[in-house]
């Protein structure tokens, strides 16, 4: 049964029809075109569908979508700022090699929003338990881990 | 070493904000008008007759616009040995094989459809072992060849062998001998993006399709042929590489699923999508072989090796892709890792009914250099000699001629073996603490492309615009791994322009020139020479013009310059004379006469040389092409003889690790890998290429296994198929780089992508066997593994003195 919810999406009111087996990440992807984020197992087991519900990362592909009504979601497509310019951690990632074929890259952007966001300073234990639940074939997450500790070296400089 | 303005620095590469921005479109993210969704019925049974396929349901089912079997298309043939079917016809040989498939209007009515197709088979006796598979009893996979003669056998027709010098008598010079049996299991990809394609047909039956490829340009091949197959004699197919989501030679050949789709957009007359999800990649893509190795080597007293004998057994599963010429990488270490004179290498590969292979980095060299590198550590034992002192004596040398016929330039083993040495501590390692050890393995790869086909080459073209954009048009593949950003670099530093004034085309055969595949670490060196030539090229061309063009307009500058500066003294300095081709140089974008003074306005923006070219009565457009291809051979794999590579790269790995007896665990304490790769190009991204390697290297050797019970897998999700987390990469690794110099490589360069997961699993299983004295033979080695052999050399004595 189709039903329109309504929820905040990267900071904009919006409704759309879904259905109760849908996920989040079928509305994401599908009704609403918003192909940023990825899904890479559709089994919560990869993390690169990683999206924020109101300031938590959650994997989408678990998430049903009705579960978003009234809440507030953060994707990939709402982490840049205006003009084009990428954010701290989105930069910290191109400027550490920390991007290879790059299917993981938003899922973790994301994970580590939701890390920073929480705790500005985090350990080097912090960030891995952090990502610990997004997986990367390419990198072996070293250059991943210093974009995040630049990201929030970055972010304690511009506060 | 020469003095570069952009190799060697980091460069971001291109797509990096995209892809942070989510904005880079995989297959999954592509969408085209009124296109279908593919989805394939899978066989049941691992090896059957098909009696019938009942889709008269599926057909039912609304929304859903074409059922297709081998019933109702044209027969498309592929595979490396044609040994495979798009849809298979009258039986089935793996659990994977595809015997329907559907397109509908959405993803989830294909999934239904398939559900709806009902398939009644005749089973027949299988065979998963490939041991067993090489009995005279056992069931025949394939009857008939591809040209229908028939087989009474398993056994793949392709011969690896190689001998040299005379093993036997090099078995009799030696004083201590070692034998051993080493296997490796099945291992998947694990691309973070899944497979997938879209097929659509225009209206005069040309084909495009957005394909999840490394070889475009075979891949065009592959899919005119199918076209053919299909009555569209010499109608084309446009080959279109989307942002790739990981590769690691899961893109090497064409896969049935790309047939498919194509059978079913034609059929429709609707572009048609399929993309595997996690599962399916997991259970009907193909993996790395299994591989089991038998080796023995001997030493003389002196510790010189005398002799290697090397046999592999590869199960290839029902049928053959590219990964069946694994053993043509398998016959590089097991020949010319080291010196040895006298050698047999031995390769066969068997059918059974077990999922079919395909390659994956390192393409049977990891296998080799497993079986290799822990057999040398237990030789070294044996001679009581250390293991690192063994591998400095029999070390490869620079300007060597191995016995396979690979002519080694530079070569950099001697210093990674002991920046290896240095950085784990090797000759002070005393007191380590309990349960922990250190071990090293080396490699050699090739460095300088792999002549696996006809030709290795690489085409590129460069084409100026108005603004000195330097567009490139190349058809190797982006598959994460930053050929982009070295291909930017590259053009920049040969033509003299500025990174930022470059541009990287998409990968697609309408647009791009002809190249071979991107596989066998050659992307970075042929692009990089590729570029070198035609930027040569294009410099010529540039100076010609500049001969006509420059005078004037640096006559202009002047004047500007003048008016700015009424009192300059202009020097004594006659332009028109020195305007001569061979007197001028392009750096950074601006042309100048090389022996002028350096005058601000005695130089040319190049853009303004292009416009002047482009704006006036016949006038003309800049454009270079390159059509590399190295100076190597395609080896006689019978023979084992040929210099597959125009260079090779070297390097050795060093790992510390801790072993928990309770529980068997391994713990890393750290790795250190050293490699000769010739000239860094990019450093974050050749750091990249080797930590990602790594961790796939940890992977292989401690946790992954692609499980399979009588031909059907087991794990296929990432719970049940582990990969290494970051928790898993907790430990600090060294990097360290040898620059040789090459003359081969571009700027000096060597081929990374491979070598950097080749020697991590025998360094690891080396440093278990120093912590713990147990010697695991069978990748993964996991606590299970341990654990047993722990026990039993508890009961049986020391393991370390068994041979």
Avoid at chain 2, 174 to 197: D, N, R, W, Y
Avoid at chain 2, 601 to 630: C, S
Wanted: charged share 25%; net charge neutral; proline share 6%.
């Amino acid at each position: 049964m189709k039903k329109t919810i309504t929820f905040t999406l990267n900071g904009t009111q919006i409704n759309v029809a879904a259905d109760s087996d849908q996920t989040l990440l079928d509305i994401l992807r599908g009704a609403l075109c918003m192909t940023g984020t990825k899904e890479g197992c559709g089994e919560g087991e990869c993390g690169a569908c990683t999206v924020l519900v109101d300031d938590s990362a959650i994997n989408a592909c678990l998430y049903p979508a009705f579960e978003a009504a009234g809440k507030s979601v953060t994707t990939i497509e709402g982490i840049a700022g205006t003009r084009n310019r990428l954010s701290i951690i989105q930069q910290a990632f191109v400027d550490s090699g920390a991007i290879q074929c790059g299917f993981c890259t938003p899922g973790m952007i994301l994970s580590t929003k939701a890390l920073l966001d929480t705790q500005p300073d985090p350990s080097e234990a912090e960030i891995r338990k952090a990502l610990s639940g997004n997986l990367c074939r390419c990198t072996g997450y070293v250059q991943i881990i210093e974009a995040v500790k630049k990201a929030a070296a970055r972010w304690k400089e511009k506060s | 070493m020469r003095n570069f303005h952009h190799i060697g620095k980091a460069t971001p590469r291109p797509d990096g904000p995209d892809k942070a921005a989510g904005k880079a479109l995989y297959i999954h993210d592509l969408q085209r008008p009124g296109m279908l969704y593919g989805k394939i019925k899978f066989s049941d049974l691992p090896h059957a007759r098909l009696k019938h396929i009942d889709t008269s349901k599926a057909e039912r089912l609304p929304g859903v616009r074409a059922v297709i079997t081998a019933k109702n298309t044209p027969e498309i043939r592929f595979g490396f040995l044609w040994d495979n079917l798009a849809l298979k016809k009258d039986k089935v040989r793996q659990y994977r094989d595809e015997v329907a498939a559907v397109a509908a209007i959405d993803p989830e009515t294909a999934a239904e459809a398939i559900d709806l197709i009902h398939v009644e088979y005749e089973p027949l006796p299988s065979v998963f072992s490939p041991h067993e598979a090489l009995q005279e009893d056992a069931p025949l996979i394939h009857e008939t060849d591809a040209q229908g003669r028939p087989r009474n056998h398993n056994i793949l027709p392709l011969k690896y062998h190689h001998e040299s010098g005379d093993s036997d008598k090099g078995k009799r010079a030696a004083k201590h001998i070692v034998e051993g049996e080493f296997s490796t299991p099945l291992v998947q990809q694990c691309c973070m993006g899944t497979a997938g394609c879209i097929a659509e047909f225009d209206m005069n039956h040309n084909l495009t399709i957005w394909a999840k490829t490394q070889i475009p340009f075979l891949a065009q091949r592959d899919f005119n042929r199918a076209l053919t197959d299909m009555g569209l004699k010499d109608r084309n197919t446009r080959v279109i590489v989307p942002a790739l989501g990981g590769g690691f030679g899961s893109g090497l050949d064409t896969h049935a699923y790309e047939y498919i789709a194509i059978l079913l957009a034609f059929q429709t007359s609707q572009p048609v999508k399929i993309v595997y999800t996690r599962r399916e990649e997991f259970a009907h893509l193909s993996p790395r072989q299994s591989s089991r190795t038998r080796i023995i080597q001997g030493c003389d007293p002196n510790g010189k090796l005398t002799f290697r004998k090397v046999e592999v057994l590869q199960d290839n599963g029902a049928y053959t892709s590219w990964g069946a010429t694994y053993p043509s990488v398998m016959m590089m270490p097991a020949t010319s890792l080291y010196h040895v004179p006298n050698i047999t290498f031995d390769a066969k590969l068997v059918y059974t009914n077990n999922t079919y292979c395909q390659a994956m980095r390192g393409y049977g060299n990891p296998e080799l250099t497993w079986a290799l590198e822990s057999n040398m550590d237990e030789l070294a034992e044996e001679a009581g000699i250390d293991p690192f002192e063994f591998r400095m004596l029999n070390r490869n040398q620079p300007e060597e001629t191995t016995p396979m016929g690979l002519k080694v330039s530079t070569c950099g083993l001697k210093e990674c073996l002991e920046t290896v040495a240095l950085k784990l501590g090797w000759k002070s390692r005393i007191n380590q603490g309990k349960n922990r050890g250190i071990g090293m393995a080396s490699l050699i790869h090739v460095g300088g492309g792999g002549r696996i086909y006809r030709s290795d080459a690489s085409g590129l073209l460069l084409k100026l615009d108005d603004f000195a954009n330097v567009n490139v048009f190349h058809g190797g593949v982006e598959m994460g791994q930053g050929l982009h950003a070295v291909l930017i670099q590259s053009v920049a530093e040969a033509l003299g322009v500025c990174p930022d004034k470059v541009f990287i085309n998409p990968t697609d055969t309408g647009t791009c020139p002809w190249d071979v595949g991107t596989h066998a670490s050659r992307g970075a060196f042929m692009a990089g020479n590729a570029a070198i030539l035609a930027a040569n090229k294009l410099r010529s061309k540039i100076f010609e013009l500049a001969e006509e063009l420059f005078p004037a307009e640096v006559e202009k500058n002047l004047k500007k310059h003048l008016k700015k500066n009424p009192d300059y003294m202009p020097p004594d300095f006659d332009i028109a004379k020195a305007s001569r081709r061979d007197r001028f140089d392009l750096q950074e974008g601006y042309i100048f006469i090389k022996d002028a003074p350096s005058e601000p306005w005695l130089r040319m923006d190049l853009g303004r040389l292009i416009r002047a070219a482009h704006f006036r009565q016949q006038g003309q457009m800049l454009t270079a092409e390159a059509f590399y291809d190295p100076p190597n051979e395609l080896p006689d794999f019978e023979k084992g003889l040929g210099n597959i590579s125009s260079t090779y790269a070297f390097g050795a790995q060093g790992a510390e690790v801790e072993v928990d007896t309770e529980t068997g665990e391994v713990k890393i304490l750290r790795l250190v890998a050293a490699h000769d790769v010739g000239k860094v190009l990019n450093p974050p991204g050749l750091k990249g290429q080797i930590y990602g390697a790594l961790a796939q290297g940890i992977g292989y050797a401690l946790y992954e296994e692609l499980q399979s019970k009588e031909g059907k897998i087991q794990n296929p999700d990432f719970r049940d198929y582990k990969i290494p987390r970051t928790h898993e990469m907790d430990f600090p690794i060294d990097l360290e780089f040898i620059e040789t110099d090459d003359r081969f490589g571009p700027f000096g360069a060597k081929g990374v992508a491979e070598p950097g997961l080749v020697p991590t699993a025998p360094a690891i299983a080396n440093a278990i066997y120093d912590a713990v004295g147990v010697r695991i033979r069978n990748l993964p080695i996991t606590p299970e593994k341990v654990l047993s052999a722990l026990q039993k050399l508890k009961t049986d004595g020391n393991q370390r003195l068994l041979p």
